[in-house]
């Protein structure tokens, strides 16, 4: 029988009503001759409420009793949704991580899946069971200890068990409709998408991540996996919420398909550093290694030669990189005069797979922030995305505009 995976997020199950109605639904699917594997999160709440006893009673507190914590709050839902599956007349067992197992690295907290064998779960759908109910987030170590995915892991378990069972598709049933192509609460002409493409949903993770952890989104590219984000409250029909699929199957899209944004970014400007061979190399090796994700790099024209390099990274990551680079520079591997950090910056980014095709996005954008008077500090562009930084305040203003001046309300 084809398999499909049913993901239900924390407000999903929120509590005994909420698991009855997400049951309801995995039984119509049942109804139509799918074997189901339900992938549930924990009672929303209930994670960081886990996360907050374990810094409580032990602030540095060890990595392999903190998965043991905070795995369980799935486990409860697990048995739950399967006794309600039960009560329903249809044959469900819930299954641990352990059991099955979800084999996974031995990164406690942030551990990466590494294997879901089929062949107990497929014995017992051949034995007449209709639903395996998984707890998500969640997997066994080498050591025999249990591990999680991270913050959000249990997209990824879903992701990873369609993978794996082939599974005809993979909905992960959530609080939103689907993705928009921009923050509805700041552009209220947002509009929901029937499809994206895989790479746009990973360039939209600032939109997205909210709604599907990114590693499941990488996951899905590189299996091809159909995934779904679709509502839990309202009534569903199989073409409801947005596809998360191959761009091969989006047959007409804009060539902006939309706007992104990053709220808490600051732009570093290193002034005059000697413009030699290996420079860069000495100014972005120790940031990486003191773990500052740098995003843009701009290196000035150099005049008798010293130049100005200037980079974006996130506002928090401000004093670790101002470290890493006064470090360096106490080591003699640069010199610069100064080190400015301008903490009043965001990024606005446009993001589509049409732009591998079509010329002078890149002029209307800064055509439009131009007309709206927002300047722009830094500039940077990857195959399917054009990012700017400006000043914080114009942060919305610019999302406003170009949504209207890419005409994303309407499908072309
Ligand atoms: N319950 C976990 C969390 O809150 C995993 C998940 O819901 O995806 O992060
Ligand atoms: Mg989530």
């Known amino acids: 029988m084809p398999v499909l995976v049913m993901k239900f997020g924390g407000t999903s199950v929120a509590n005994l009503d909420r698991i009855r109605r997400a049951a309801k639904r995995v039984g119509v699917e049942v109804a139509k001759g799918y074997d189901v594997i339900v992938i549930v999160s924990a009672m929303s709440g209930r994670t960081n409420e886990l996360v907050g006893w374990v810094n409580e009673t032990s602030p540095l507190f060890d990595a392999r009793e903190y998965d043991a914590v905070v795995s369980s709050g799935e486990n409860v839902t697990a048995g739950l949704m399967a006794l309600t599956l039960q009560e329903m007349d249809v044959p469900a067992r819930s299954w641990q991580g352990w059991q099955v197992p979800v084999r996974t690295s031995s990164a406690h907290s942030a551990a990466r899946i590494e294997e879901i064998p089929t062949d107990n779960i497929n014995a017992k759908f051949g034995e007449g069971m209709r639903v395996a109910v998984v707890a998500g987030f969640q997997g066994v170590s080498a050591e025999g200890r249990i591990t999680t995915l991270g913050r959000g892991g249990s997209d990824t378990t879903a992701v990873a068990f369609a993978a794996a069972f082939e599974a005809e598709r993979c909905d992960i049933y959530t609080d939103v409709d689907g993705v928009y192509t921009t923050d509805p609460r700041i552009a209220s002409k947002a509009r929901k998408m029937d499809k994206i493409a895989y790479e746009e949903m990973l360039e939209l993770a600032s939109l997205g991540a909210k709604v599907l952890q990114t590693r499941s989104v990488e996951l899905a590219m590189r299996y091809k996996v159909k995934l779904r984000v679709v509502s839990s409250f309202e009534e569903q029909s199989d073409d409801a919420g947005t596809l998360v699929c191959s761009e091969e199957e989006i047959m007409e899209s804009n060539i902006v398909s939309g706007i992104a944004y990053s709220r808490d970014e600051a732009k570093m400007t290193l002034i005059s550093v000697a413009d030699r061979p290996g420079i860069a190399a000495a100014i972005f090796g120790p940031l990486s290694e003191a773990g500052v994700n740098v995003d843009m790099i701009i290196q000035n024209i150099s005049e008798e030669g010293r130049t100005d390099v200037t980079f974006s990274c996130p506002i928090q990551q401000v004093e670790r990189a101002e470290k890493a680079l006064q470090q360096a520079a106490e080591r003699g591997e640069i010199n610069y005069h100064d080190l400015v950090a301008d903490t009043d910056v965001a990024k606005v980014s446009a993001v589509g797979i049409g732009m591998r095709s079509q010329s002078g996005v890149a002029a209307r954008m800064f055509k439009t922030l131009s007309d709206e ?27 406003q505009a170009l ?4 005409k994303l309300d309407k499908v072309a």
């Open 403 to 406: 949504h209207d001046a890419f």
């Open 373 to 399: 008077g927002v300047n722009i500090k830094v500039i940077a562009t990857s195959e399917i995305k054009i990012s700017v930084l400006i000043d914080r305040k114009y942060m919305e203003l610019a999302v």
